[in-house]
């Protein structure tokens, strides 16, 4: 029986939603993780630091007892921000990072921002203090085809904004594609890059071959094979730049099964086991503790948790739920499509 030991676990970009949603997925993360960066594309989304000590209360309140959690807040950038509340929120400890959703770009993000000119005094004043801004880096011009959406975003929002703005500390969520990789390796220390579970193990074909499979559906959608190779090669490389960020995101079952179905992949269930196995395959457990546990503290300069995780591969196929039934309704389980040995040991 081969076996491994980490550090406990963060994740660094989450979806836990609000009410009876939050009440049946979070046990599923707080059971592995220590802490993770909350979302806050709630309707309507979490924007001051009145609204994230709510949702924090909330999230604290929804876990089980006798389980530890630590949700990490953040808020949602739109063009009325006042860097005020942001610099106060980010003081007292409640804030962690800001989140910029480009207006349109995915679930619940049409309150985001549409001209980047609008939010320039809130950026400055997170370059200044040091606070982190998330993005969902897409572009939603109608004229950029969906799988180029992040490649553009690089070239023509990314870039232009850290070559205004080169002390403003940045995370490049979810990227799916070798440009994003390379963009991040070469961003120096104020820049990082999360990577899903997800996108470590399906690519575009996974969601279109052989009937449309809506619990692979994204976003950033999947890209091609070559891209899901560079993401696995940097997740398992140990630099510092790129850190787990699952982007676990529930819908209920009749939403993603739906003739216009939400994008968003849930892995907050069974995403240890899974980079467990990814990381053998590649032949690089020993570099998983930097991926999901030492990485993401040391770009949020937070310390890395003092508890472990064992993991352990048992002769046969573990089985996962295939949903977790929660009072909103039923929610997948992501299916690797491939047998795993790898389980948390508790
Ligand atoms: O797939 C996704 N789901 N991508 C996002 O950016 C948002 C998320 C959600 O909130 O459902
Ligand atoms: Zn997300």
């Known amino acids: 029986m081969q076996e491994i030991t980490i550090r406990r676990p963060d994740d660094w970009h989450l979806h836990l939603r609000d009410g009876a949603?939050?009440?049946?997925?979070?046990p599923e993360t707080a059971r592995h993780f220590a802490r993770a960066i909350i979302m806050p594309n709630l309707v309507p989304p979490v924007v001051t630091a009145a609204?994230?000590?709510?949702y924090r209360d909330r999230i604290l309140a929804a876990l089980p007892p006798g389980m530890r959690f630590e949700p990490l807040m953040t808020l949602y950038l739109t063009e009325g921000t006042d860097p005020a509340d942001v610099a106060a929120a980010a003081a007292s400890g409640l804030v962690k990072a800001v989140k910029l959703y480009p207006a349109g770009a995915t679930t619940n993000s049409h309150g985001g921002v549409r001209d980047l000119t609008k939010v320039m005094a809130v950026l400055e004043k997170m370059a200044e203090i040091g606070l982190p801004l998330c993005t969902h880096g897409e572009v939603v011009d109608p004229e950029v085809d969906i799988f180029d959406r992040e490649a553009v975003f690089i070239d023509t929002v990314l870039d232009p904004l850290r070559r205004r703005l080169p002390e403003l500390r940045l995370v490049m969520?979810?990227?799916?594609t070798e440009e994003g990789v390379a963009y991040a390796a070469a961003g120096g220390p104020n820049l990082a890059a999360t990577i899903t579970t997800h996108h470590l193990i399906i690519n575009r074909n996974h969601i279109l071959v052989g009937g449309?499979?809506?619990?692979?559906?994204?976003?950033?959608?999947?890209?091609?094979e070559k891209h899901r190779l560079a993401l696995r090669a940097a997740a398992t490389s140990g630099r510092g730049c790129f850190f787990l960020g699952t982007d676990s995101a529930p819908h209920v079952d009749a939403l993603k099964e739906h003739a216009c179905g939400c994008?968003?992949?849930?892995?907050?269930?069974n995403t240890m086991p899974l980079l467990a196995h990814v990381f053998e395959e590649e032949a690089a457990l020993d570099r998983l503790e930097a991926f999901a546990s030492l990485n993401g503290p040391a770009f949020y300069r937070l310390p890395a948790n003092e508890a472990r995780l064992r993991l352990v591969k048992r002769p046969e196929p573990q089985e996962f739920p295939a949903k977790i039934i929660t009072e909103a309704g039923p929610v997948t389980v992501f299916n690797p499509g491939f047998p795993v040995q790898w389980q948390v040991d508790s």
Do not use: Q
């Not at 949603?21 to 979070?26: D, T």
């Not at 609204?51 to 709510?54: G, K, L």
């Not at 449309?212 to 091609?224: E, G, Q």
């Open 21 to 26: 949603m939050l009440k049946g997925v979070l």
């Open 51 to 54: 609204d994230a000590s709510a």
């Open 173 to 176: 969520e979810h990227i799916t």
């Open 212 to 224: 449309i499979k809506p619990h692979y559906y994204c976003l950033p959608v999947a890209k091609r």
């Open 263 to 269: 994008a968003g992949c849930f892995t907050a269930t």
